[in-house]
């Protein structure tokens, strides 16, 4: 069993819906990553949380650390959305990563 | 301030060559980390780097893999004799002193062995 499990693994949605990304880990962690990839490209950090609630633009980040969960969501989703969104767990000196999920924006 | 900046973008190696990764880390960042993307999976660990010292490398695998932090200059992975399997993005990683949790990542390297 991966250390890390994110939910759904493929997500398809028509611009301006409101997504939601799930993320539950079964170890102690310090902080939670949630990471972007496009296709090809490289890796951009959204969020870094330890406790509470974070938000950046459309972007809204969750972790309830008694649950071991963690959820990002994207309102008034659009295509440029479209990518594959990672979440990571820091535990101890490394990253544990979640095998991500595909998101796919259509117009 | 340019990030982390990680070259090549892409790397073409034949069967038994060396590939050379190299990484720079951002200005004031002296801890590196190394990860693997293989076709289709997620990003593993490799190695954890400070100046001059391997920290953790649990994550490399035991043979033809090194990796290296200098005083001066980059951050190297050295993947000797590469194998088809070798094929994957290899990302590199760094954070301040005494805050790995704040590590930002480079663009990553295509390496593809023919």
């Known amino acids: 069993k991966n250390e890390v499990e994110q939910s759904p693994q493929n997500l398809t949605a028509q611009e301006g819906e409101f997504i939601t990304i799930n993320c539950s880990y079964s170890?102690?962690?310090?902080?939670l990553h949630w990471l972007q990839q496009h296709p090809g490209g490289g890796i951009v950090s959204l969020f870094m949380l330890s406790s509470g609630k974070k938000k950046h633009g459309r972007l809204i980040a969750t972790i309830n650390i008694q649950e071991k969960h963690s959820s990002l969501h994207i309102t008034a989703s659009h295509p440029r959305d479209s990518a594959v969104y990672i979440c990571a767990i820091y535990n101890t000196d490394k990253l544990i990563f979640g095998t991500g999920t595909r998101l796919q924006v259509f117009p | 301030n340019a990030g982390v900046m990680q070259n090549p973008r892409h790397l073409v190696r034949r069967r038994g060559q060396e590939a050379r990764l190299r990484c720079s880390p951002m200005k004031g960042h002296s801890h590196v980390y190394w990860y693997r993307q293989l076709p289709e999976e997620g990003l593993k660990f490799m190695v954890y780097l400070q100046k001059e010292n391997i920290i953790d490398e649990s994550g490399m695998p035991k043979e033809r893999f090194s990796a290296e932090f200098p005083k001066e200059g980059p951050s190297i992975l050295r993947i000797q004799q590469v194998v088809r399997g070798d094929s994957a993005a290899y990302f590199c990683a760094s954070s301040p002193p005494g805050t790995p949790e704040l590590a930002l990542f480079g663009q990553g390297t295509r390496l593809t062995v023919v």
């Open positions: 170890v102690g962690i310090s902080a």
